[in-house]
Every structure is written in structure tokens, then in C-alpha cells.
């Protein structure tokens, strides 16, 4: 509350505003719970147990067996247990010296402490076997979501729902960390209650359905209780994930000027601590539901409980069993009734487990439905033309085209110059060159080969971008110019992409150079100024020596030295490939061969420097206003 008032007070009369509700429509809108009967939602135990296993068989086999074989021992070991301890009750019981009774019975405890040992044994293995498995697997389902979604189409990240699809996976990642564990337990307890229940059954029948329904309403009440958590969770997806961006956003040092200067702070505590209590409240409205859920099935628990012990009792007090047997009953039952109790937890866990993985399992389906498939052809070496057809393109949920029926012609050597107001389709048109979007019209080719017939890696392999926002990895400066991709051994194309965008001095000055991370969050980092990270960027793409160039306000952060030097280097490089910029800074299309100008996605200009400064359109009218100020 005090954050909020603060937040209020500083705003005057006027209430910060609070976070906008997110809702969404369609498919992925429904929650796949909502419509599962009881039945349907119990048989998914055995499919999630088979699809553990199947993961964890990829990871590591000889864990898997481990795994597999040890819940058996456990069970061979509570049968071997029950039967000794019969064996030694009986002895015990009757009439003797007590050095006699402990002689007639001492074989079978002997027995009775190997199986309860085998059975310590079994669980340590077990354990370990869990660990060999659990880092692994869920490396390699964090690795799957993460090469997922950096595979797929481009536009699958315009579609609604789709971040919100990829924050619920997470959580099937998160839930590796303990499936190992819960099937692993789930299996012990039940091979267990399987032994444990014969030997109640052989002692009398009647006992086995008393116990059985005496843990049967808490595995109803744990399963129904996942059901409820679950929906609260997917009722919170989209919520959380806004929230984890705004998180980032508001903790991160890059922004923190911002955040300080702008007295952003109050505000962002305020919205953040709403957004958490938004998603508090729809937890805290389902605690009666969990809470009624809870006590009828403790209760139906009790009362089936109290009827198998009273029935234990009747059976021994009557002569129906021996004094004996009903000494070994009350192990057996003990013995039976925790597997029962474990088999309904771990079986519980797994059910909830499954839907989470079912979400992760849906979304690298759909992620992996989304990669392109567009040919195996190669794009021929080298590019000496990139046609574009009439190429439309509109962005999911648009009304309008962003790019509506643009024809253009590439051809090596040129430079073109790309110019519009923002909104005009810049940069949607450069992603429809680069194959990056396909054109929902039209065609987009490159030597003739249409890009949505060939090889994407193929195109890509020959394309250096740098983009209007573009990435500050937390790598090496090495790293950051090649991205994991160098050409050779030593750093001489390294430095001579640095030095084509004049940074050699600013990064002989950083702690140990080429060397150095760029991070000044973790020890041993440093940071850059915005221009030497833009220059950084520009020698990423002069450094893949590519065939097709194209740099979106490659030099909007760059001093006018900078700016300058890499004017003049894609100048002197201009001849070996297909150089494309997009700028606001009209007086830099100077150096261009061809300029276009973009209105509402579509070419309403296009010309040299000279013939479109007096041509009268738009590009004279930005040109006059950029001189204005």
C-alpha cells in the first residue's frame, strides 16, 4: 500500500494507471482441462510414465535399467519381509523360554533384516541412478524449447498466444527436474502395495478392498486438487509472462538510467506488485475449493481407515486368524497402507507432471509444425540478382499489407537506399529479401531460385544484417563480431572487421581485448558506449564477407567520425555483393545507386539522389525537413 500511495501522491490527483487485463481468443484460449472427465485424466498416468521413460532411455539406457530394476528388488524384498515375518511371529508367540522363542525365530529375522537391507540398497540406487539422469534430461528439454523457438518462422512470433504458449512449456521444463523422482517412487509403491496386498489377501480378502478404499478418496481429492492448481496456473500464464518481461526490463543496469531519471521507479514497483496480486488473488479463490477437496477426502479416508482396523481386530478377537497372523496383518496392513499412500502422492505428482509436459509437448509440436520447410535447393553462389514480384506481405491480425505488391530488382554491385516515414514497411520489406518472412503474394527470388522453393540456412549463409535493434550479447568481443562462427584460427579477419568500423583503439583499451566480456553484470566484464555498440555490430555483418549486405540506420548511435568511416568502408566493398540501407539520414543515400522511397507498404518513388531531391515527393519534403532542424 505505501508503494502505491507514493506512486499516487507523486502523480498528483490522478491514480497510476494499472496493468491492462490480457485475454485471448481462440484455440489456445481453452483450457485443456476444462472438458477432461475424471476417467480421462487418471489414464494419463501410464502415457506420462511411458513418455518418461522413452526421454530418460534417450539420455542414458543403463540409468533407465537401474531405475526399472530397482523398484522390482523392492517389491521381491517386501514380499520376502512379510513372508519372514510370518515366519518369525510364529515362534514368538507361542508358549517357551524366551532364549528358545528368539533361536526358533532368529533365521527368519535374519531374512527379515537382508530384505529390509536389499531394500535400503535398492533405494540408493535408485537415487543415484536419478541423478545421473535428471540434469540431462532437462539440459536437453530446456535445449529443445530454446532450438525450437529460435527455428521456427519468423512469423510465428506474431501470432496471439504464441510467447504465452512458450512461458507455459517452461514450466514442462521446470517439472523435469522432479518427474524422474515421482515415477521412480510411483513405481516402488506400487510394485510394493502389489506384494504387500497379496499377502493381506492370502491372510483374508476382506481386508484388501477395506484398505484400498480407505486411500482411494485422498488419491480423488490429490488428483482433483492438481486439477484445480493447474487451472489456476494457465489462468496466470499470460500475466506472468508480461510480468517476467517487465521484470527484466525494470532490474537490468542498460535500462537503469531510464528507470532513475525518468522517476520510472514507484510506477514499476506499483505495477509490478499489482500484477502479482492479480495472480494472488486467482490462487487465493481457489483455496476453499482445494480446502473442500481436502477434508472430504480425509474424511472418507478416516472413516474407511477405522473400519479395516476394526475389522483386523474382529477377525483376531473371534479365533478367525491366529495370534500370529494378525501380528503379520498388522505389518502387512501398516506395509500396504503406506504404498498405497505413496502410489496416490507420487501418482498425483505425476498427473500434474503430465500436464505440464503436455503443454511443453504441444508447443514443441506446433514450434516444430512452424519450422520452414520451404526445399532443399541451395541458392546458387554468387548472388548476382535478388528479383522481387509483387510481393505482399501482412502481418497476422492486420487489416493491411505492410508490404502491398512491391517489385524490385537487386543486381551485385548495387546499393540501394531504402527511405519512408516509420510504419512504412522499411524493415518488413528487408525481412521479405532476406527470406526471413515469405510473401503471403508474389514472389521474392534470388539468381531465380524463389525463396520459398530453397534452403533457408542457404540464403542466410549469405547475408550479413545489421538490424535497427540489434543484440548486446553477453560474449567475449570475439564472439560478439563472429558469432561462434569463425573463419580461421587467428584473429587477423576479426581485427580487420574492427578496424573497418574504426573500434580497434576502444577495444585495445578494454582489460584484455578481443578477450574481454561484454558484460558489466558478471565480474570481470566491461560495457560499451551505444555507438561502439552499433560499430560492433556493423563489423558482425562485415565480418560474414556476405553476399547480400543490409544495414537498417546502421549509424544512428555513431558519432559523425563513425558514422563517416563506415559510409566509406561499404563504399569500398560495394563492388563483391548486394548492399542495401535503410535510413532516416536522407543525405547518407548519397552514396546509394538507387533509391526507393515506401508509403503504406508500396514504391512511390524511386531514383537517384539528384533526381529525387528535385523530384517534388516525399523524399524532398524529409529532406527539407531534416535540413530545418
Known amino acids: 500500500m505505501a508503494s502505491t500511495e507514493t506512486a499516487h501522491d507523486q502523480a ?34 501410464p502415457t506420462v510414465l511411458r513418455r518418461i521413460v522413452a526421454m530418460a532411455w534417450r539420455i542414458d539406457r543403463t540409468a533407465v535399467a537401474l531405475l526399472l530394476a530397482c523398484p522390482v528388488l523392492v517389491g521381491v524384498a517386501a514380499a520376502v519381509l512379510l513372508a519372514a515375518t510370518a515366519r518369525a511371529m510364529h515362534p514368538l508367540l507361542t508358549d517357551g523360554t524366551v532364549t528358545d522363542r528368539l533361536h526358533q525365530a532368529a533365521p527368519a529375522l535374519v531374512v527379515v533384516g537382508i530384505a529390509a537391507g536389499l531394500a535400503r540398497i535398492a533405494g540408493t ?16 528439454t530446456d535445449t529443445a524449447l530454446v532450438e525450437a523457438v529460435c527455428r ?8 496471439d498466444g504464441f510467447s504465452d504458449r512458450q512461458e507455459a512449456a517452461e514450466m514442462g521444463v521446470i517439472r523435469t527436474h522432479v518427474m524422474v523422482t515421482d515415477a521412480q517412487r510411483f ?21 484388501l478392498p477395506l484398505l484400498l478404499l480407505a486411500v482411494l478418496p485422498a488419491g480423488v481429492g490429490a488428483i482433483l486438487t492438481a486439477r484445480v492448481d493447474y487451472e489456476i496456473h494457465y489462468a496466470n500464464v499470460a500475466d506472468r509472462n508480461v510480468r517476467g518481461m517487465m521484470r527484466w526490463w525494470s532490474t537490468t543496469p542498460k535500462y537503469g538510467d531510464e528507470v532513475r531519471a525518468n522517476s520510472m521507479t514507484d510506477y514499476l514497483v506499483f505495477w509490478y506488485r499489482s500484477l502479482s496480486e492479480r495472480c494472488d488473488t486467482r490462487t487465493l479463490a481457489a483455496a476453499p475449493r482445494t480446502l473442500r477437496i481436502g477434508l472430504l477426502s480425509s474424511l472418507a479416508a478416516g472413516v474407511f481407515l477405522v473400519a479395516t482396523w476394526g475389522a483386523l481386530a474382529w477377525l483376531a478377537v473371534t479365533g478367525r486368524i491366529a495370534l500370529a497372523l494378525a501380528a503379520t496383518a498388522v505389518v502387512a496392513v501398516q506395509t500396504t497402507l503406506a504404498a498405497l499412500s505413496q502410489v496416490i502422492i507420487n501418482g498425483a505428482a505425476l498427473f500434474h507432471t503430465s500436464l ?39 502481418y497476422p491480425g492486420k487489416d493491411k499489407p505492410a508490404v502491398a505488391g512491391v517489385s524490385l530488382t537487386l543486381r551485385r554491385g548495387d546499393i540501394l537506399a531504402v527511405v519512408g516515414a516509420n510504419g512504412s514497411g522499411k524493415s518488413t520489406l528487408t525481412r521479405l529479401i532476406t527470406g526471413i518472412y515469405l510473401a503471403d503474394k508474389g514472389r521474392v527470388t534470388w539468381n531465380g531460385m524463389d525463396l520459398a522453393e530453397v534452403d533457408p540456412q542457404s540464403v542466410w549463409r549469405q547475408t550479413g544484417l545489421v538490424p535497427q535493434i540489434f543484440a548486446q550479447w553477453p ?20 581485427w580487420e572487421a574492427v578496424d573497418a568500423v574504426g573500434l580497434r ?13 561484454l558484460a558489466r553484470e558478471i565480474f570481470g566484464g566491461a560495457e560499451l558506449s551505444g555507438g561502439q555498440w552499433q560499430r560492433i555490430a556493423c563489423s558482425r555483418a562485415l565480418y560474414r564477407r556476405p553476399a547480400l549486405l543490409i544495414l537498417d540506420e546502421p549509424t544512428s548511435q555513431m558519432d559523425p567520425r563513425g558514422e563517416h568511416q563506415v559510409f566509406e568502408r561499404i563504399k569500398a566493398i560495394a563492388a563483391d555483393r548486394i548492399t542495401i540501407v535503410v535510413t532516416h539520414r536522407l543525405e547518407n543515400t548519397r552514396l546509394a545507386d538507387h533509391i526507393v522511397v515506401l508509403e503504406h507498404g508500396r514504391i512511390t518513388e524511386q531514383g537517384r539522389y539528384d533526381d529525387l531531391v528535385h523530384a517534388g515527393g516525399l523524399f524532398a519534403e524529409l529532406l527539407a525537413l531534416s535540413s530545418d532542424r
Do not use: W
Open 475 to 494: 560474449l567475449r568481443v570475439r564472439e560478439n563480431i563472429t558469432l561462434g562462427q569463425p573463419r580461421t584460427h587467428h584473429d587477423d579477419p576479426v
Open 356 to 394: 505440464y509436459l503436455t503443454d511443453m509437448q504441444a508447443f514443441l509440436d506446433d514450434a516444430s509444425a512452424r519450422a520452414p520447410r520451404r526445399g532443399a535447393s541451395q541458392v546458387d553462389t554468387p548472388v548476382a540478382e535478388i528479383r522481387l514480384e509483387e510481393a505482399v506481405y501482412r
Open 152 to 159: 521456427v518462422e519468423a512469423s510465428a512470433h506474431t501470432v
Open 12 to 45: 498528483g490527483s490522478v491514480p497510476p494507471p494499472p496493468p491492462a487485463e490480457i485475454t485471448y481468443t481462440g484455440e489456445y484460449s481453452i483450457n485443456p482441462l476444462g472438458e477432461a472427465s475424471f476417467g480421462k485424466l487418471c489414464a494419463q498416468i
Open 505 to 517: 583503439e576502444a577495444i585495445q583499451d578494454l582489460p584484455t581485448g578481443l578477450d574481454t566480456l
Open 125 to 140: 540406487v535408485a537415487t543415484y541412478a536419478e541423478r545421473r539422469i535428471t540434469p540431462r534430461l532437462t539440459t536437453e
Open 187 to 207: 513405481l516402488s509403491a506400487l510394485v510394493k502395495m502389489v506384494t504387500a496386498s497379496a499377502a493381506i489377501s492370502v491372510l483374508n480378502p476382506l481386508l
